[in-house]
C-alpha cells in the first residue's frame, strides 16, 4: 500500500457497517453477479473472463462500462484473497494508467465492517491528475457508496431470512 500512498495517487475509502455476518457480505461483495446487477443502471456487463459466480484469487472479469459518456473495456485481476477478511483486485487492462481496490472485511460489535480502500491513476499525464482530483474521485466515490448501500441492504434482508 505505501507504494500508492508515496506516489500520491488519489485514493477513496469508503467505511460501510452491515447488520450481518462477515461470510456474507465478503461473498455478496465478490459475486459478480450481484456486482453487476447493482449497478446495472451504470452499464456495467462483464464480458469475459469470471462473468457470473464468486471471484477467487487469480480470476479476472473484464467488464464493459460506460462512465461519463465513455465506453470501456477494464480487466481486473483477482490479486490477493483470504476469505472472509480480504480481497483485492486490480487493473490489469483499461483506461488507467493503475487501480487497485482493497475490499476489506472486520467483525466489529456483531456487525460487520466493509472498507472499500482504492488507489488509482489516469494516463494522460498532468491533465489526467487533474482529472483524478476534479471529476473521477468524486464520481468513483459516488459508485462505491452507491453499490454498498446496495450489498448492505442485500446483506440484511438475507440474513434475516
Known amino acids: ?14 467505511e460501510t457497517e452491515i447488520d450481518a455476518k462477515i461470510e456474507l457480505c465478503f461473498d455478496l461483495a465478490r459475486d459478480v453477479s450481484f456486482y453487476a446487477s447493482s449497478l446495472k443502471n451504470r452499464n456495467e456487463i462483464p464480458v469475459s473472463g469470471r462473468i457470473a459466480g464468486k471471484v477467487e484469487k487469480g480470476d479476472y472479469v473484464t467488464w464493459e462500462t460506460n462512465h461519463l459518456n465513455l465506453l470501456q ?3 481486473l485481476k483477482v490479486s490477493e484473497f483470504k476469505r472472509p477478511c480480504l480481497f483485492v483486485d486490480e ?16 467483525k466489529h460489535d456483531g456487525k460487520t465492517l466493509m472498507i472499500d480502500e482504492l488507489y488509482f491513476a ?4 498532468i491533465l489526467g491528475k487533474i482529472m483524478d482530483h476534479l471529476v473521477l474521485k468524486r464520481y468513483l466515490k459516488g459508485l462505491m457508496l452507491t453499490r454498498n448501500k446496495i450489498l448492505k441492504q442485500k446483506a440484511e434482508e438475507l440474513s434475516k431470512r
Open 73 to 75: 473495456h477494464l480487466t
Open 91 to 106: 487493473l490489469i487492462k483499461g483506461e488507467f494508467k493503475s487501480y487497485k481496490h482493497h475490499h476489506i472485511f472486520k
Open 122 to 125: 489516469s494516463k494522460y499525464g
Open 1 to 14: 500500500m505505501s507504494y500508492y500512498k508515496t506516489n500520491f495517487m488519489p485514493q477513496i475509502v469508503v
